[in-house]
């Protein structure tokens, strides 16, 4: 069964810092890898998907990385700023069913 | 990407009473569809897969007879919680998408059982 873990569980840096949450997953036969961001009391933004074949994708500040063989990836924010306080879920789909299995989550605050 | 909408946004009900709770797909056919539960300050998990014009699949430990899936058109699936307990309390997200392609998420609806 899919394991995915987060590290850090919470992160707390002041504004302009670069970051890189990390992700894990005990099962390297995944069909992508998918970042999403989440505000208090709202529902999931997906920031980054990464297929399989891929080793990164970016958007704005945000780069995530993909290394299959060894089940990491992360996601690097760079200049943060305090609207990027949030949680930070990645998640892998289990099987072509596309059902996922979601980390813990990092919490980010960045203050101004 | 597709856009998913959930009705209501948030709900506060008395303990024994049912509540029902919608997810659309709005520009997209949604063979399947996903209901996840989240409690405060934890991470999503799958209670079960809705499938259209059959049988959700339930994931060990949900009951399906408290959780009612019902997805009878590619844009509608709905979540009943029969009987609400306190403990039902959550956060409930649905989300569809493509096969293994990106999975797009509802904004989630808040549930309080008094």
């Known amino acids: 069964k899919q394991e995915v873990t987060q590290i850090p569980a919470a992160l707390s840096v002041p504004e302009g810092e670069n970051l890189v949450l990390n992700c894990s997953f005990t099962d390297s036969a995944i069909y992508n890898l998918q970042w999403f961001r989440q505000d208090p009391g709202k529902g999931l933004t997906s920031l980054l998907l990464i297929q399989s074949s891929q080793r990164e994708q970016t958007s704005g500040r945000l780069n995530a990385s993909l290394d299959k063989s060894s089940g990491r990836s992360t996601l690097y924010i760079a200049a943060s700023q305090p609207g990027d306080s949030a949680t930070y879920l990645c998640?892998?789909?289990?099987?072509?069913?596309?059902?996922?299995?979601f980390g813990e989550g990092t919490q980010l605050t960045v203050n101004p | 990407g597709a856009v998913v909408s959930q009705h209501p946004s948030w709900v506060i009900c008395k303990s024994g009473t049912s509540v029902k709770i919608e997810c659309r797909s709005l520009?997209?056919?949604?063979?399947?569809m996903f209901w996840y539960r989240q409690f405060p300050k934890q991470s999503l998990m799958l209670m079960a897969t809705s499938n259209e014009g059959s049988k959700a699949t339930y994931e060990q430990g949900v009951e399906k007879d408290k959780f009612l899936i019902n997805h009878a058109s590619l844009t509608l699936s709905t979540l009943t919680v029969t009987s609400a307990h306190p403990e039902d309390s959550s956060f409930y997200i649905c989300s569809t998408g493509q096969g293994a392609r990106e999975q797009f998420f509802g904004p989630g609806t808040r549930l309080t059982v008094l």
């Open positions: 998640a892998v789909p289990e099987t072509s069913g596309s059902r996922l299995t």
């Open positions: 520009d997209f056919q949604a063979t399947t």
